[in-house]
């Protein structure tokens, strides 16, 4: 079994930055690809980013050149730094991470950005 605590979300003005941690605990051996996505309301949820386990990442494109997606494989713990945050950024941002072929989430953390 596999946890994942997500924090660092927020309320924030357009144009601010904030980073968002997720840390993962449980019984495993390696984490596989870890990710974050994002689920606006009426929305799909939907991927942010994502890094696999070398360091390779991938982005959605509405947020590339924003957010930076890291990870720290000793702490098992994956960062999405984000910038120049827009209103239509606002959404509950969950933290995901495979391990073998399994996939878990972590419970949301709230990302509000105003106008």
């Known amino acids: 079994q596999v946890q994942l605590v997500e924090s660092g979300g927020g309320l924030v003005q357009a144009g601010g930055s904030l980073r968002l941690s997720c840390a993962a605990s449980?019984?495993?051996?390696?984490?596989?690809?870890m990710g974050w996505y994002r689920q606006a309301p009426g929305n799909q949820r939907e991927l942010v980013a994502d890094i696999t386990s070398g360091g390779s990442t991938n982005y959605a494109d509405s947020v590339k050149g924003r957010f930076t997606i890291s990870r720290d494989n000793a702490k098992n713990t994956v960062y999405l730094q984000m910038n120049s945050l827009k209103p239509e950024d606002t959404a509950v941002y969950y933290c995901h991470a495979k391990v073998s072929l399994r996939g878990y989430w972590g419970q949301g953390t709230q990302v509000t950005v105003s106008s």
């Open positions: 449980g019984n495993f051996f390696r984490l596989n690809a």
